[in-house]
């Protein structure tokens, strides 16, 4: 079945510092991958997404490359901001029986303190 | 923004009552999707619907039911709640189930039963 796998969290940054979270992925077929933000009290919002091997997502500064050799989808951004504190979702969809469906990871909360 | 609208935001209710979560949008997507996240932020398909008349049973076992008789509604009922049904509850919507369509969220439910 499909599974991701993201890093432990929490994570807790300086302004400015830079961020990587991984996030590594099982599949059947060839998946569509996607990361999400959830910022405090609301839902989630996609983030940036990635549909091919070798594509880059881009979004707010953030970055993600789907790596299909080492079946990986790991976000970059280059200097956080405190208003980028929220939890974030790396996620894969792929076709066959989980047609249309999600499938996220544990999430991964990050801090990013002044 | 995605219009996708959840109420009540915030619920508490004691064990044993009937409560309906309510999920609506005006995107007119056809795929609509509930899932449960836990208090550790993992997220579990429960439910989905790939349009009117449609509901399937997702990756984890819920004693909740939904039902889709406009497009535009999707709520989700727990005909007698527990304690162990406390979480929160998102709801999503995507415009087709392609590799490439995104899910878009509401800002979710969140249920507490004493």
């Known amino acids: 079945g499909n599974s991701v796998t993201q890093m432990e969290g929490p994570v807790t940054l300086s302004e400015e510092a830079f961020l990587t979270i991984n996030c590594t992925y099982t599949?059947?077929?060839?998946?569509?991958l996607f990361w999400y933000v959830q910022y405090p009290g609301e839902g989630l919002q996609l983030l940036l997404k990635?549909?091919?091997?070798?594509d880059k997502g881009s979004n707010k500064g953030f970055e993600a490359t789907y790596r299909k050799e080492t079946t990986s989808f790991h976000l970059e951004k280059g200097s956080v901001q405190v208003s980028d504190s929220a939890v974030y979702f790396c996620a894969l969809k792929t076709g066959g029986t989980s047609y249309g469906k999600l499938t996220f990871g544990q999430g991964t909360i990050l801090t990013v303190h002044p | 923004e995605a219009d996708i609208y959840q109420t009540p935001r915030y619920l508490v209710i004691g064990t044993g009552k009937k409560i309906t979560l309510e999920c609506s949008q005006t995107?007119?997507?056809?795929?609509m999707y509930w899932y449960q996240q836990d208090p550790g932020m993992e997220l579990h398909l429960i439910h989905y619907s790939y349009g009117v008349n449609s509901t399937e049973k997702g990756d984890l076992s819920s004693e909740s039911t939904v039902s889709r008789i406009r497009t535009e509604h999707f709520p989700l009922t727990l005909e007698s709640a527990r304690p162990s049904h406390t979480s929160q509850y998102l709801c999503?919507?995507?415009?087709?189930?392609?590799?490439?369509?995104?899910?878009?969220f509401g800002n979710g439910t969140r249920l507490t039963v004493t």
């Open positions: 990635a549909t091919k091997a070798d």
């Open positions: 999503a919507s995507s415009e087709e189930t392609g590799l490439n369509s995104p899910l878009h």
């Open positions: 599949a059947t077929g060839y998946p569509s």
């Open positions: 995107m007119g997507h056809d795929k």
